[in-house]
């Protein structure tokens, strides 16, 4: 059966507009998580909600869609997360001849609405027509945007795939992102000494002048091919008669290597440190971990299932390294190879923020593809 045929555009057209139209920012989920559960409800699968929203703080879990498949083939995990960036209250797609966009006013939430919902008319194509498959695992994650939150707090025994790709990555269809960079984050405080600024300027050490050197002699941005670094807030003073006694900065580094995360931290560190100490004060730096780096193995043969379904959509397959993290980097951590494919959404966290029609329908053509391609490899392992 032809993928094209299979694809409702107008439906999945809808179904999109109205998930975008329904805000979700991270841990405010509820809403879109209840309309997923009526669609899957509908449909007859069960759907399980954990309970990451209470770990989050937030007023949803993650969803579990468990879809019954060939009973001898593996389970296979399917994933798109259900929060979005600010500005994405209110959000009012419109429709053009080849692409849909918000008002302007707001983000659109094609990331990863899109990916919703592609997911929600695989599982409507896969109920109507009864096509063998995989069991699968279909998981709709919160607070992805915050940090893999949602991620993060699944719990990794109540799910039995062996295998899983998620669907969370901008740029060309045909784009499969087989390795994503480790994430630090850091937050310091440069301690000065407070004095008043017209009388005893003298007498004090300012905070933010001992933070801007050392900024300036950090290296940041792009670090190397593989290796990125970013002082993001910066935070103190009360008042221009006052000599700043404490700036606290918040920043991250990423890498695809842990050596060379570890050095980014470690030159970061020591530029705030023996820059305070020239000023005959001080700096605490701590630094977090964020979520691991995941590598998807030159041999493995998620490579192969993903490049057997984009070539059944006549696209070129390319596999790519990102220099952003997505849940794929977490469940990898939690010991489930993953991919993460394209589907196609661009100028994502902007204003500006757009995917093309075809793009949209050819994504849920890529997710009902890389089923057959499962089921294919599934048949001759």
Known sequence: ???????????????????????????????????IKGAVEELGYSVE???????????????IVRVPGHADWPTVLLMAHMD?????????PIRHADRITSDGRTILGAD???????LLHLLTMLHATGEDHPPLEVVFTICEEVGLLGAKALDRSSLKANYG?????????????????AQAKMMAIVHGKAAHAGMAPEKGV??????????????LGRIDERTT?????????????????????????????????QAQQSHMTQVLEQTAKRYGVHADVEWTASYPAFALPEDSFLRSISANAIHRLGLPTNFVHSGGGSDANVISGKGIPVVNLAIGYQQIHTLEEWIALDDLTGSAQLMVELIRAISEYENHA
Request: hydrophobic fraction near 40%.
């Open 1 to 35: 059966m032809d993928a094209v045929l299979t694809i409702d555009q107008e439906r999945l057209i809808a179904d999109f507009m109205t998930l975008v139209s329904i805000g979700s920012h991270s841990r405010e989920e509820a809403n879109v998580a209840a309309y």
């Open 49 to 63: 909600e954990d309970q990451a929203g209470d770990v989050v703080g937030g007023n949803s879990g993650n969803l």
């Open 84 to 92: 979005t960036v600010a500005p994405g209250h209110g959000v009012r």
């Open 112 to 118: 990863d609405k899109a990916g919703v919902a592609g």
């Open 165 to 181: 790709f998620v669907f969370d990555s901008g740029g060309p269809l045909g784009s499969v992102v087989t390795h994503g960079p």
């Open 206 to 219: 300012s905070a933010i002048e001992v933070a801007a050197h050392a900024i300036s002699e950090m290296k």
């Open 229 to 261: 670094a970013n002082i993001g807030q910066i935070k103190g003073g009360f008042a221009t008669n006052i000599v700043c006694d404490a700036v606290e900065l918040y920043a991250e580094a990423r890498s695809l290597d842990d050596d060379r995360l």
